[in-house]
């Protein structure tokens, strides 16, 4: 029976590992791509969008999140460092802690599976990232019946995983529906004290009836299209199959983007002296490095003007 009760917490303790492992490398990848480049971001979020990563996370949090993390299915002889070094594991009690708006560094939560908490916020985290500014997204959330999910996860006594249960709610509120709003006033009430706010928001108020659920598949098809053009634009010698990948812009106007001017830029035909290549170092250190250019003078003199809206996803 001690056999069979170990197999069990291992087997379970297994599960909770690959779900923690899983769960951080696709919100280490969501965060990373975003640094490195937009469309990338774009790219692996949309990927993800239609693998259904939204409904399979509801699903996991459509379950008694309360005592997900605090179950305890580790083997503390097995557990690091205490595999190692044969420490006896310390007495821990079962008592969790009332959820705080910081963690002061002298309050330990007792009970709680940090592993499974961990998890917990991972998944909440890649669903607010996948639908932060994408409206049609954020609807899909309401066909899939999140708000009582997400009701559901504020019952785990911790800031952070309240923190961005909040934001989520955020997000989707202004398509809830006044009825909705009337009877989570307490909800509403949380947003406002523990959630950032912009200046323009017009989640609690706002009734965006210009957005409509079938107008997802027409945003996603547009992004997929300047996805599509970003590819071309830097990986088509990578990539397998380059014909369905759509043809370059030539010009420029005032709606271009960066990657239409660099391209312009590239098929421009400049003839260059052939001992250039051998002494280019030294124009550079001469004509570039050493002189003081006055950029802007020189993209007026062009009549360049390039208008860059810089937006945080």
Request: with cysteine; glycine share 2%.
């Amino acid at each position: 029976a001690v056999v069979s009760t170990q197999s069990g917490h291992y087997g379970r303790g297994h599960k909770e590992i690959i779900t923690k492992a899983v769960s951080a490398s696709l919100l280490l990848l969501l965060k990373h791509f975003r640094l490195n480049h937009v469309y990338q971001f774009e790219f692996i979020s949309q990927c993800m969008f239609y693998a259904n990563c939204i409904p399979l996370v509801l699903k996991f949090l459509n379950q008694d999140m309360n005592m997900y993390v605090t179950a305890d299915n580790s083997i503390p002889s097995l557990d690091f460092p205490t595999c190692l070094f044969f420490i006896p594991p310390p007495n821990i009690g079962h008592t969790i802690i009332e959820p705080h708006d910081t963690l002061p560094d002298d309050i330990s939560p007792k009970g709680m599976c940090w592993r499974n908490l961990f998890s917990t916020v991972n998944m909440l985290r890649i669903i607010q990232k996948l639908t932060k500014w994408r409206p049609p997204r954020t609807m899909m959330l309401n066909v899939f019946k999140s708000p009582p999910i997400l009701k559901k996860t504020l019952k785990i006594s911790h800031w952070l995983v309240h923190l961005y249960v909040l934001k989520l709610f955020k997000l989707q509120a202004k398509y809830l529906g006044k009825n909705w709003r009337k009877a989570n006033m307490k909800i509403l009430s949380s947003i406002y004290q523990h959630v950032r706010h912009r200046l323009l928001d017009d989640w609690a108020y706002g009734s965006d009836l210009d957005t409509r659920q079938w107008e997802a598949p027409t945003e996603e098809q547009r992004l997929k299209s300047t996805l599509q053009m970003y590819h071309a634009m830097w990986y088509r010698d990578l990539l397998p199959d380059t014909s369905q990948l759509p043809d370059l812009p030539s010009h420029i106007d005032d709606e271009s983007t960066t990657d239409d001017v660099q391209k312009f830029i590239d098929d421009c035909q400049v003839e260059l002296p052939k001992d250039f290549e051998s002494n280019y170092k030294v124009w550079l250190e001469r004509e570039v490095y050493d002189k003081e250019h006055d950029w802007d003078a020189m993209l007026d003199r062009f009549n360049y003007n390039f208008n860059c809206d810089d937006s945080s996803t």
